[in-house]
């Protein structure tokens, strides 16, 4: 079964642009995770998609935002880039809530 | 939420068995208790999870105290593939992670 993809694996932005991520779920998988890994941050949770729905959000500015589409595949979207930015952005996905989550490889994101 | 303390760093001989430990003193009694590695250059992945039982899968076991305040992850033979951070976490939906145990595996 193929895992979770992860699209563009890099991706450098400068400052005040806006950027997008792209997740493919697990098929069959419902629920999509999103989650920041800055360096000396640690992994930090982003937001939550549940069969189209935003479901719960970390504590982010609302530039950070996403969406889920009918297939379950999810997108992220950054506004107003910021330095601070520069991150690994790991996508998650589950069958259903409570479940163990796969992590894709994440897309590493420079801001520049 | 409930947090997990672990050590910030561990070292093992290859092929030898690993403790990694995690303490929780104020689990409450429906958290789960989850653990997750990271390798190098790649996203977290699933290793175990449990309630009150030990649990075994074929990754590891999971060994959790009597009280629930504390847990050990056991890897029965360490690889050098296993050199990696582990993280205990308690809150699953969605994860909190804390800072994790680095494993140094040594040839």
């Known amino acids: 079964e193929a895992g979770v993809t992860q699209s563009p694996t890099h991706l450098i932005k400068t400052r005040g642009q806006q950027a997008t991520l792209r997740c493919s779920p697990i098929?069959?998988?419902?629920?999509v995770y999103w989650y920041q890994q800055a360096l000396g941050l640690g992994l930090q949770f982003l937001l939550w998609?549940?069969?189209?729905?935003?479901?719960n959000r970390g504590n982010f500015p609302p530039r950070f935002s996403g969406r889920q589409f009918p297939n379950y595949s999810s997108e992220l979207n950054v506004n107003a880039l910021e330095l601070e930015d520069s991150a690994l952005y790991l996508c998650?996905?589950?069958?259903?809530?409570?479940?163990?989550?796969?992590f894709g490889d994440g897309t590493r994101l420079s801001i520049l | 939420d409930a947090k997990t303390t672990q050590p910030n760093s561990m070292e093992s001989n290859e092929e030898e068995p690993v403790h990694l430990p995690c303490n929780h003193s104020t689990i409450s009694g429906t958290d789960y208790i989850h653990w997750y590695r990271q390798l190098p250059s790649q996203g977290p992945e699933y290793v175990i999870h449990?309630?009150?039982s030990n649990v075994n899968n074929r990754m590891a076991s999971l060994a959790i105290a009597e009280d629930r305040k504390s847990s050990t992850l056991i890897l029965h033979r360490a690889t050098l593939r296993d050199a990696a951070v582990y993280y205990c976490?308690?809150?699953?939906?969605?994860?909190?992670f804390g800072k994790g145990t680095r494993l140094s595996v040594i040839a």
């Open positions: 976490i308690l809150r699953d939906d969605p994860l909190v």
């Open positions: 998650a996905s589950t069958p259903y809530s409570n479940q163990p989550q796969h």
């Open positions: 998609y549940d069969e189209g729905e935003e479901r």
């Open positions: 098929s069959g998988h419902t629920s």
């Open positions: 449990g309630l009150t």
